[in-house]
């Protein structure tokens, strides 16, 4: 999604429930610990993602493939000595959809900590 696509969905979405604005990609438990892990450095090691995320090889592997599949990481593979090793890093647009994801967090937050009347359905 570009800046200017994102600038419009985010237009589309106003006065909507915050987990509207949730991306199914992004929101899934591992996957929103990849993307939070891979932001905190350059890139990050598969094994200690997998030990990060108490996931099994397998497991972190499916859910790299749908994270790149998308354009929000790259994989890049090599070797530590002899080993060999994957590392993982943040797209710009993988960035952005963290930036976007934390935002709609915030704002449900928000919402549930405000002092107000609660929405609900209307007394009968």
């Not at 030990?51 to 593979?77: C, F, M, P, W, Y």
């Amino acid at each position: 999604m570009s800046v200017k696509d994102s600038s419009a969905a985010r237009d589309d979405h106003e006065g909507l429930h915050p987990t509207h604005a949730l991306d199914d990609t992004v929101h899934q438990r591992v996957r929103l610990g990849i993307l939070t892990v891979a932001r905190e450095a350059d890139r990050v090691e598969f094994g200690f993602l997998k030990k990060q995320l108490a996931v099994t090889d397998g497991n972190l592997s499916r859910h790299l493939k749908v994270l790149e599949d998308s354009g929000l990481i790259t994989l890049e593979k090599g070797y530590a000595g002899k080993r060999p090793r994957t590392w993982i890093a943040l797209t710009r647009e993988g960035t952005q959809a963290l930036d976007a994801e934390l935002r709609a967090l915030r704002a449900l937050v928000h919402r549930l900590e405000a002092p107000g009347p609660v929405i609900g359905p209307p007394d009968i």
